[in-house]
């Protein structure tokens, strides 16, 4: 019999409302409390018995800020709770969370929680774009504590250049990926569309899915009106979805509270363990390699190792998948094949299944307890990341009990210390001669290319990050070979780097 302080998930759901409009939606707070009442109904337990969780956590909601986010859960779910948490902004952050309240139930700080998050940016924005105020639940007495910072993403001089969010930065990885593994453009397009014709795939048959629809690997790449290109080498069939209206939760609880429940083992699923971390080059055009991601390798090498997990004995995989450069450097991280018959999604992705801001990795979780719940000898990893390759969280879930105690944290053999890890400063005034690293162009919403932006170094070693000419002849032209590798020469002229190809 395992321990009674043995962490284990018994109960989830997921609610997706596609028809969702500013007239007609559930704002978070209800969104929140039907979630979580649907996961007791899962983990066959009355509303009553969850009024008795000693925890409310949840994942901070983009757009909606009150004082006690959880503290107002908690008072739907008449709960008084002993633990309040709440959580900085991060795609890792549903991981890291369940992380945390794992370690806090292994070591006796908790018997029963609630984790939860949820995303209503489709109506917020909808709301905005029409300058109309929703009227979402505000206030919540106290301060819950916070789980994960809540630092910004990226810092002035990325803003300059045009390295403003998301669908800009997550480019420059992928075109210096593209030139490590050495593909040509044609190449390169085929592969990121057969790596993403599989999550549409497995997005099809999910319930839960915002985009439950299947394309084939043409249909992801081919530049068209209704898939724009956003930024080179990403048109829009590529890019996570962030206005759905989704939420998650999952009830974890010890073994011991599950028995006084009356909850069946049959219903139960084990966390093995896991772990977080953040690259040390914290701002994306500091990375010292665009091509690596050091701190990814070590919580994917630590999570597997506190779980006593090798990465052969996994049977389902739910990699990070905001983008394909995500996957894919996830899979290299992991040494494993990008066409590993396993796959890397479990819900369909961020782009089809629905991107639901810091909360997406509920879902992989929420979805993976149902794959494992009543099997024998099954495992299942799922990762996050948050900003841009900057912060990492991976957890393995079983259907059987860790041979011997759930662990967290990094190991103390990481694989990063063999790694370039110190962050490359750069420098916006240097002058002369210089080589491209990574590099990407923005598109207007006409599909026109509008900005090239550049990162590489000087010939003295320098990193430097310029602006190209905006002409559009020349960015089409740009975009039409491989620029990794090419040489030309970057001057500060204006207030402005800029840099011009030999």
């Known amino acids: 019999m395992v321990a009674d302080n043995t962490p284990i998930i018994v109960g989830s759901s997921q609610l997706v409302d596609r028809e969702a409009t500013i007239e007609r939606h559930s704002e978070p707070l209800a969104m929140l409390t039907n979630s979580a009442k649907t996961a007791a109904q899962d983990a066959g337990i009355t509303e009553s018995a969850l009024a008795g969780v000693d925890t409310v956590a949840l994942v ?140 549409t795939e497995v997005a099809e048959q999910n319930p839960y899915a915002w985009f439950p629809t299947r394309r084939s690997s043409e249909e992801l790449t081919k530049v068209t009106q209704l898939n724009r290109m956003i930024a080179w080498p990403y048109p829009k069939y590529l890019n996570a979805v962030l206005n759905t209206e989704q939420a998650a939760t999952l009830i974890m609880m010890s073994a011991g509270k599950a028995r006084k429940l009356g909850i069946p083992e049959d219903k139960w699923v084990y966390w093995l363990g896991g772990a977080s971390s953040q690259e040390k080059a914290w701002w994306a055009s500091e990375r010292p390699d665009f091509a690596e991601c050091p701190s990814m390798k070590d919580t994917l090498v630590s999570s597997l190792e506190n779980s006593a997990t090798s990465i052969e004995e996994l049977d389902y995989i739910d990699f990070y998948s905001c983008f394909p450069i995500a996957v894919e450097m996830a899979c290299a991280m992991s040494g494993l094949d990008i066409s590993d018959k396993r796959g890397f999604t479990v819900t369909g992705g961020l782009p089809y299944a629905g991107g639901p801001a810091s909360a997406y990795t509920l879902h992989s979780l929420a979805t993976l307890v149902n794959k494992l719940r009543g099997k024998t000898s099954e495992k299942g990893l799922v990762t996050g990341n948050g900003w841009y390759l900057t912060k990492h969280a991976a957890a393995v879930l079983s259907s059987d009990p860790h041979v011997d105690s759930p662990k967290a944290g990094l190991i103390a053999d990481l694989p990063s210390l063999g790694m370039n890890t110190d962050a490359c400063i750069v420098n916006e005034k240097v002058k002369g001669s210089a080589t491209i690293e990574a590099y990407t162009v923005k598109y207007d919403r006409d599909g026109s290319p509008d900005k090239g932006i550049v990162l590489g170094r000087t010939d003295e070693g320098e990193r430097f990050m310029s602006n190209t000419i905006d002409d559009q002849a020349f960015l089409s032209d740009f975009v039409s070979a491989e620029r990794v590798g090419t040489r030309g020469t970057v001057n500060y002229v204006a207030g402005s780097s800029l840099f011009t190809p030999d």
């Open 60 to 199: 901070g909601v983009s757009g909606w800020n009150p004082q006690n986010a959880p503290g107002l859960l908690a008072e739907q779910l008449q709960a008084k709770p002993n633990h309040l948490f709440s959580t900085g902004v991060g795609g890792q952050m549903g991981v890291q969370l369940t992380n945390y309240i794992g370690e806090r139930i292994l070591a006796g700080e908790s018997e029963f929680a609630t984790i939860g998050g949820c995303n209503n940016l489709r109506v917020l924005l909808k709301a905005i774009a029409q300058k109309t105020r929703l009227q979402w639940t505000r206030g919540g007495t106290g301060t819950p504590d916070q789980v994960g910072g809540d630092e910004p993403g990226n810092n002035d001089l990325e803003n300059k250049y045009g390295l403003n969010g998301p669908t800009d930065i997550y480019p420059i990885f992928e075109n210096a990926f593209r030139a490590k593994l050495g593909l040509s453009i044609d190449q390169h397009k085929a592969h990121m569309g057969s790596l993403f014709s599989k999550f």
